[in-house]
Structures are given as structure tokens and as C-alpha cells.
């Protein structure tokens, strides 16, 4: 299907343990951005990433590791994961971040709860 | 530092009324702001933004904005509220030389019936 998919849309992990959440988007945008979802905060920047093997850091990284080797996915991992990182994550793509200026299209997002 | 506010945390209109959901922004340079709205358990959708031109905005589902520079503001407004307004709005601006969206904290609108 066309757009922006996450997977899995649910997932619960215990403390200390590796967990990789996936997006994939298929309309050969440039940009991808990971966010999270925290009551209060809004959404915080994690990464992004302007096109194939390059990315960068935003305003929350810590913990968090990217990847992009292919356009169209931007694999989010965290390492070990920790309670504080149990949130709602999003996904959000862009055709380009310079004029003329795309809006993000989002994923549908993924619940991660660590016990 | 770039920010984004929005005051009000929840923002509650009776039907058929006319609604504001207020953002206010503090940027270096020329600010490019969006609105987008998140309904339960769903990701954010689009809803309209500006760029530059005309400081009313027209955007989806009836919803328009109102840029104010000299007040730094850009609110959110729709002239009658329906229920199906109801959701979580999100105000987001991008610097002309950032890449990332900087969201504000996000404004609950709950439309009674």
C-alpha cells in the first residue's frame, strides 16, 4: 500500500533488551524523521535523516541508534531499553525540508511500553 | 532557542460555535508554521500551513489560521465547530534553515453536542 507504515504498531519489552521499530514509506521521499510522543512534551525529534546513509541527531537521541541504507526504510533501535523510553513513537517522511517547504506525512505510530 | 507554545492544554466549544486553538512562536528569521491534528490511536495528519503571502490560511475540514507576526502568533480557528473536531492539534514551526519540525505541546479540542 501506498504511504508511511510502522511495525510493530504494539510492542512490550522488558528492561535491557534490544528492540528495533521499522518504518517504511513509499513514495521515495527524501527526508524521514523519528519522533516520540510523551503527555507534556509534544512531539520530541529523535533523528532524521536527508537521504540513504545519512543521519542525524535531534533534540532526544540518547539511546537510540539509526540506520538508512535504503530511501524508503529508517529502522529505529533501541540498544537497551529502558522504562523511560516507553512512549509513542512516530515516523514521519518529507519530500525535501527546503523551498519549497513539504509538509511531514506521518505513520500511524508505534506503542512501546518497557516493563 | 526555536519554540513553540500552545497555552492552552484543552480548549472545550459547544457545537455550532466558533472555535480558536491558540499557538504563539518564537523563531530567529521567517518562521514556517503548521498545524496538524491527531485523532486516538492514529498518527498526525496535515492540516494547513504557511509559508508566506496572505496571512489567512485556508486548510482541510473548514479549519484556517491567522498568522500574526508583530503578536508571533498563528491560531487556529474554524467558524462552527462540529464533535467530529474533536482531537489533539498540534502546532509546529520549521525554521528556513532547520530541517526538523519544533511541535508545541498540543491542544485537546473537545465539541459538545
Known amino acids: 500500500d501506498a504511504g508511511i507504515t510502522q511495525s510493530p504498531r504494539y510492542k512490550i519489552t522488558e528492561t535491557g533488551r534490544q528492540v528495533t521499530l521499522m518504518c517504511h514509506q513509499t513514495?521515495?521521499?527524501?527526508?524521514m524523521f523519528w519522533y516520540r510522543q510523551d503527555l507534556g512534551h509534544g512531539l520530541r525529534l529523535i533523528y532524521y535523516s536527508a537521504a540513504a546513509d545519512i543521519t542525524d541527531k535531534g533534540e532526544v537521541p540518547d539511546g537510540y541508534v539509526v540506520s538508512r541504507s535504503k530511501t524508503e526504510n529508517f529502522p529505529l533501535t533501541l540498544e537497551s531499553a529502558t522504562r523511560s523510553q516507553t512512549s509513542v513513537y512516530f515516523c514521519?517522511?518529507?519530500?525535501?525540508?527546503?523551498?519549497?517547504?513539504?509538509?511531514?506525512?506521518f505513520g500511524p505510530g508505534t506503542r512501546l511500553t518497557v516493563t | 532557542a526555536q519554540s513553540v507554545a500552545q497555552p492552552e492544554d484543552q480548549v472545550n466549544v459547544a457545537e455550532g460555535n466558533p472555535l480558536t486553538v491558540k499557538c504563539t512562536y518564537s523563531?530567529?528569521?521567517?518562521?514556517?508554521l503548521f498545524w496538524y491534528v491527531q485523532y486516538p490511536n492514529r498518527g498526525l495528519q496535515f492540516l494547513l500551513k504557511?509559508?508566506?503571502?496572505?496571512?489567512l490560511v485556508k486548510g482541510s475540514y473548514g479549519f484556517e489560521a491567522e498568522f500574526n507576526k508583530s503578536q508571533t502568533s498563528f491560531h487556529l480557528k474554524k467558524p462552527s465547530a462540529l464533535v467530529s473536531d474533536s482531537a489533539l492539534y498540534f502546532c509546529?514551526?520549521?525554521?528556513?534553515?532547520?530541517?526538523?519540525?519544533?511541535f508545541g505541546k498540543g491542544t485537546t479540542l473537545s465539541v459538545s453536542s
Open positions: 514521519a517522511s518529507s519530500a525535501l525540508t527546503s523551498r519549497p517547504v513539504y509538509e511531514q506525512y
Open positions: 523563531v530567529s528569521g521567517n518562521p514556517y
Open positions: 513514495w521515495s521521499h527524501s527526508y
Open positions: 509546529a514551526v520549521r525554521v528556513q534553515a532547520g530541517t526538523a519540525l519544533i
Open positions: 504557511y509559508i508566506t503571502g496572505d496571512n
